[in-house]
């Protein structure tokens, strides 16, 4: 096989040939994977494992999107499966259960995880790990994780969630930018929610916090349908805000998070209000059509965001106000979607997607965003203070 040039970091699963960890010598594993785990020559993660303890892997597990990320959209559900060419159990953790049964883990001592996170609060990959943790402390099984590259980087940015928002898109009191790579993460939910499950972390080589995917020289694989690019990963910390809405987020289109907009909103007069207000990017008026999703067949008005500068860029408050931009301009025709939303029937979404009602609240009083952000600093700083410990590179 032709060899890649190397990249200038080297994810977990690159380095687990020379880091081999005792909690994988001579243990039946599982994995839970999907098409983004793949090393630096794109070679898929189960491969290596089997080649690496051949008969020793004995089931794959799935998050949302399916193991193939061929899932499009929320409360899509994939199957349960076996693996043809293994003959081992795929077990979908986004099924009639998102939280793995003692009975899954019956055939393995230790679930290995290698899965790409982007950064984001309400991306429920992590949520699926924190269930295996502690599925695992509860069953005996220990858990080793390839670390990964945090795409967008260590900056964090939002308000903390609150307990009366919890969900399965924000299970524990995390910023919507939580700056941690998902081994870091993972210590961090392991030891702050005392889950006190037999954790390791194969770290990566080569990553800095300042780091976006862009300067990591790996190939961007997407771990979901809808971010295809580093940049609608980019984006998506704020853009994910409008899946709570009527205004398309650009699902059913090329550019994902990457472009929103609306039938009634006027693009043009909307730039006018907000052209040089928002830090770091440049809103270029468009029209798109979605093909599914929200106002699919209908035209839409709005704007493709470029970042032009990701170390000033904001994505989680400049969503924030947009969206309240929208709501004061257009209240009759702008509307929050009613549940279910993520397995939640009777919260409002968009409660859930900000992890607080009383933000929600916030913005149809008409608050500025800008004023929403001094007042959760105080609990973003003691955040960030409190994950430094969990940091594996500076």
């Known amino acids: 096989m032709k060899q890649i040039s190397a990249p200038l970091t080297r994810t977990g699963l690159d380095t687990l040939n020379t880091t081999l960890p005792d909690s994988l010598k001579g243990r039946r594993l599982g994995l839970l994977a999907n098409p983004a785990s793949v ?25 949302q999107h399916g193991f193939f990320a061929e899932k499009q959209d929320n409360m899509i559900e994939s199957a349960h499966g076996e693996d043809p060419e293994l003959g081992i159990p795929v077990f979908s953790l986004y099924s009639e259960t998102r939280i793995p049964t003692a009975g899954m883990f019956d055939d393995i001592d230790t679930l290995v995880v290698d899965i790409q996170d982007v950064g984001t609060r309400v991306y429920t990959f992590i949520y699926t790990i924190s269930y295996c943790l502690e599925t ?36 524990f009191p995390i910023p919507m930018r939580h700056g941690m790579t998902v081994g870091e993460i993972t210590r961090y939910f392991n030891r702050t929610q005392n889950i006190n499950c037999d954790l390791t972390i194969i770290p990566m080589e080569g990553w800095q916090r300042k780091m976006y995917w862009q300067d990591t020289g790996l190939a961007w694989i997407p771990p979901s349908p809808n971010l295809p690019t580093p940049l609608s990963a980019m984006v998506y910390p704020g853009q994910v805000i409008f899946e709570g809405t009527n205004v398309s987020e650009g699902r059913g289109t090329t550019l994902p998070f990457e472009q929103f907009g609306a039938p009634y909103m006027n693009a043009r007069a909307m730039h006018r209000r907000l052209d040089n207000t928002i830090p770091g990017v440049h809103l270029r008026p468009v029209c798109f059509e979605p093909t599914s999703g929200k106002w699919a067949g209908n035209a839409c008005q709005g704007f493709h965001i470029h970042v032009t500068r990701p170390e000033a860029y904001k994505p989680y408050l400049a969503s924030l106000i947009f969206m309240q931009d929208i709501l004061t301009v257009h209240p ?63």
């Open 39 to 63: 090393d630096r020559n794109f070679i898929h993660a189960r491969d290596i494992l089997h080649r690496q303890f051949p008969g020793r892997l004995k089931a794959l597990f799935s998050p």
């Open 136 to 171: 695992a402390a509860r069953t005996g099984k220990s858990v080793v994780v390839l670390d990964r590259p945090n795409p967008i980087g260590g900056q964090v940015e939002g308000n903390i969630l609150e307990t009366e928002s919890a969900s399965f898109v924000g299970r």
């Open 332 to 394: 009759d025709e702008f509307h929050f979607k009613a549940p279910p939303y993520e397995y939640e029937y009777e919260r409002l979404p968009m409660d859930l997607i900000l992890g607080s009602r009383a933000i929600t609240k916030a913005l149809e009083d008409r608050v500025d965003p800008r004023e929403l952000e001094a007042g959760w600093q105080d609990g973003l700083n003691r955040f960030i203070e409190e994950s430094k410990s969990f940091y594996l590179y500076e």
